[in-house]
C-alpha cells in the first residue's frame, strides 16, 4: 500500500475516445503532481497542484485537462490523444511542494495508458 | 534547463558484485533524491541529500553527494536479486522549483 492509488491501471483508448484517469492519496498531503513517464525518456512533469490550485502547467498540449475538486484527488482528463501520448502516467503527492528542499514525493503505481 | 545524466544506461551484473552508477549535470541542485522503481510499480524514494560531499548509508546501498552539488553516486554492495529495478536521481535546482529528473539506469541481478 503506497498509500497513492491510480485508476485505472490499464488504458486503451482510441485517438476520438473521452476518457480520465483517477488518483487518490490517503497521506494527508497538500500537494499533488501528474508525470508522463515513455521509454528511455526521463520523467516529464505535466502538472502540479497545491492547496488544490494549479502552480505548475509545464507546457501540456490542451487534449489533457488536469482536475483537483480536493487536496485528496486528482484527475486527468483525456480528449483526442494522439499515439505518441501513449506512456506510463503517474501521479505523485507530497507534503507541500516547495516549502521544504527534503520533500519527498510518494507515487501511485502508475496507469499505463495506449493510444490505438 | 537543468538536465541530469545519468550512466550507465543498463547493467547486468550477477549477485554478490559490487556496483557504482552516477549522475551528473552542470548545474548545481541544492538537494537530489535517488529513487527506485520495480516494474510495474511506481517509484520509490531510497535517499535525499542535501549537503556538498554528504554520505548516506541505506543497509548496502552507499549514497554521495558531490561536493559541489552537481552531481551524486550511488553505490551497492554485494547485489542482490531484490536490487533489480530502474534507479533514477531527482535534482532539485532551488526553493519554489520542482524536482528535475534524469532517465535513469536500469539494473538487473542475475541470481
Known amino acids: 500500500e503506497t498509500g497513492v492509488t491510480q485508476t485505472p491501471r490499464h488504458l486503451v483508448m482510441g485517438m476520438t475516445n473521452k476518457k480520465s484517469l483517477k488518483c487518490e492519496q490517503h497521506l494527508g498531503h497538500n500537494a499533488m503532481y501528474w508525470y508522463k513517464q515513455s521509454a528511455k525518456k526521463p520523467l516529464e512533469l505535466m502538472f502540479v497542484y497545491n492547496f488544490k490550485e494549479q502552480t505548475e502547467n509545464n507546457s501540456v498540449p490542451s487534449r489533457f485537462s488536469p482536475e483537483c475538486p480536493n487536496s485528496s484527488h486528482l484527475f486527468l482528463h483525456l480528449h483526442t490523444l494522439q499515439p505518441e501520448d501513449s506512456a506510463l502516467y503517474l501521479c505523485?503527492?507530497?507534503?507541500?511542494?516547495?516549502?521544504?528542499?527534503?520533500?519527498?514525493?510518494?507515487f501511485g503505481d502508475g496507469t499505463r495508458l495506449s493510444i490505438l | 534547463t537543468q538536465l541530469l545524466e545519468q550512466s550507465p544506461q543498463f547493467l547486468s551484473i550477477q549477485e554478490g558484485e559490487n556496483l557504482t552508477v552516477y549522475c551528473n549535470s552542470s548545474s548545481v541542485f541544492s538537494s537530489l533524491q535517488w529513487y527506485r522503481q520495480e516494474p510495474g510499480e511506481g517509484p520509490v524514494l531510497l535517499v535525499t541529500v542535501v549537503t556538498g560531499g554528504e554520505v548516506k548509508k541505506l543497509k548496502r546501498l552507499t549514497f554521495q553527494f558531490g561536493d559541489a552539488r552537481k552531481d551524486s553516486s550511488l553505490h551497492i554492495t554485494a547485489a542482490q536479486p531484490g536490487d533489480t529495478g530502474l534507479y533514477l536521481c531527482?535534482?532539485?535546482?532551488?526553493?519554489?522549483?520542482?524536482?528535475?529528473f534524469g532517465p535513469g539506469t536500469r539494473l538487473s541481478v542475475l541470481p
Open positions: 531527482a535534482g532539485l535546482p532551488g526553493y519554489g522549483q520542482n524536482f528535475v
Open positions: 505523485a503527492s507530497s507534503q507541500e511542494s516547495w516549502q521544504d528542499s527534503n520533500q519527498p514525493q510518494h
